[in-house]
C-alpha cells in the first residue's frame, strides 16, 4: 500500500465548477505539500500545511492531522487550472525528516 | 528572479557513457534534492542534501552519484547509465525548515 494516496487519478470538471482532491497518508507527518505540474512539466509549490487550512486565490487546502487527510479545492475552476496536482507528505520519523513521498497525481482537465 | 536552474533539458545518450546533470540555485537555501519522475510510479525521491558537504539517499539511489561542494549547485551524476534510468528528473531546492520547495524545470533523459 502506498503510503499517499491520492483521489481521483482523473478528473474533468466543466468551467466555474468547485473541484475538489483528496490526499490521505498513511505516516506520521511533519508537513504535506500540493504541487502543480503544468502540462509542459514543470512544478510549482502551491501549499506547505501543517495543521489547518489555507487559502491563496481560489485555492484552498484543508489538513486533518488525526485522520490523516488533506484536501485541495479549487473554487470558480478555469481551463487554466489544468494541470496534475500532487499531493507530498514530509514524514516526522527520526531519519526520514527530510524525505518528500508523492502521491501518483491527479490529472484535472477544466473544460471551457 | 529567485530560479532553479537544471541543466540540459533534454538529453540523449548511450549506456555507459557518462553524464552529469546541473542544478544550481541562487536562493541560498540549505536544502537540496533530487527526483525522478516515471509514468505509474510517479516522483521519487533520489538524493538530497541538508547543506555543503552533507548528502544523503533517498528512495532510489543506485545508479546515482551526488556532491554538494558549494550550497548553490548540486549536480547529479550518472557514471555508467543504463536504459532504465530513461525518465524525467528534477531538482528541487528549499530552506532547511522544509518550506515551499522551488524546482527546476525538469531534465528529460532518454537512455539508449
Known amino acids: 500500500k502506498n503510503e499517499v494516496e491520492q483521489s481521483p487519478q482523473n478528473l474533468t470538471a466543466q468551467e466555474g465548477e468547485f473541484i475538489t482532491i483528496n490526499c490521505s497518508y498513511s505516516v506520521g507527518i511533519s508537513a504535506l505539500h500540493w504541487l502543480q505540474q503544468h502540462p509542459g512539466g514543470g512544478i510549482v509549490s502551491l501549499f506547505m500545511?501543517?495543521?489547518g487550512k489555507k487559502k491563496h486565490g481560489r485555492l484552498i487546502a484543508t489538513i486533518n492531522i488525526q485522520e490523516k487527510h488533506s484536501s485541495l479545492h479549487i473554487t470558480a475552476s478555469h481551463p487554466r487550472d489544468s494541470a496534475v496536482y500532487i499531493c507530498a507528505v514530509r514524514s516526522s520519523e527520526k531519519g526520514s525528516a527530510r524525505q518528500l513521498t508523492f502521491g501518483s497525481g491527479t490529472q484535472l482537465t477544466v473544460l471551457p | 528572479e529567485a530560479q532553479v536552474t537544471q541543466n540540459p533539458r533534454y538529453l540523449i545518450t548511450v549506456t555507459g557513457k557518462k553524464l552529469t546533470v546541473t542544478c544550481s540555485q541562487n536562493?541560498?537555501?540549505?536544502?537540496m534534492s533530487w527526483y525522478r519522475q516515471d509514468p505509474g510510479l510517479g516522483l521519487r525521491q533520489i538524493y538530497y542534501s541538508m547543506n555543503v558537504e552533507a548528502t544523503d539517499k533517498g528512495d532510489v539511489p543506485e545508479g546515482y552519484k551526488v556532491s554538494r561542494k558549494e550550497k548553490r549547485n548540486f549536480p547529479l551524476i550518472l557514471e555508467s547509465p543504463s536504459p532504465n534510468q530513461t525518465s524525467l528528473y528534477f531538482c528541487?531546492?528549499?530552506?532547511?525548515?522544509?518550506?515551499?520547495?522551488?524546482f527546476g524545470s525538469g531534465t528529460r533523459l532518454t537512455v539508449v
Open positions: 536562493m541560498n537555501h540549505e536544502y
Open positions: 528541487a531546492s528549499s530552506y532547511s525548515g522544509g518550506y515551499g520547495y522551488t
Open positions: 500545511l501543517s495543521s
